[in-house]
């Protein structure tokens, strides 16, 4: 009786979005993604696109947090791109950190691919950062993070 009265509890506790989720529910693109839910408070009963801008924007105002997420989806990667072009664009400070992080994600062959030449770059310099960063660097293009709910555009710059 106890573990029936409990699972009855723990599942009206998930419609009722009073637990946090750790991953996309099961069947999503993204179900492979996870995050540590002691770092990210996404209730149970938040949509996944819901999920995912709220993992975007804690990426966008701590960028250190992405270290905490396994197989970032590709927008999440793109807010970590757009705190790195940002810093690469100010000079304010080196971006190596950040650029770290994004190099351990794709460690894993299932994290998904953010931008073109991105996974070929990382795994062709045996995932040195400093060479990464040089690619970042280089590309002509910024992420253009005005519109947070919209990081999948991007734009030229505005020099």
Partial sequence: MIPALLNALAHVSRVCGFDTVDSFP??????????????????????PEGIERA????????????????HPTPRMQRA???????????SCANPLDLVGLLV????????PDAMPGLRATI??????AHAVLAFLGA????????DIGNLSQISAPAR
């Fill in 139 to 146: 590309m002509p293009t910024t992420f253009d993070i005005s």
């Fill in 55 to 70: 993992l975007c924007e804690s990426i966008a105002n701590t960028p250190l947090i992405f270290a905490h997420i396994t």
């Fill in 104 to 111: 351990h994600a794709y460690r894993s062959p299932a994290t």
């Fill in 26 to 47: 099961p069947g999503h693109q993204y179900a492979r993604t996870r995050w540590n839910p002691a770092y990210f408070d996404i209730a149970s009963d938040m949509k």
């Fill in 123 to 128: 795994e062709s310099s045996q995932f040195d």
């Fill in 80 to 90: 970590l791109l757009a705190v790195i072009d940002t810093r690469l664009r100010r």
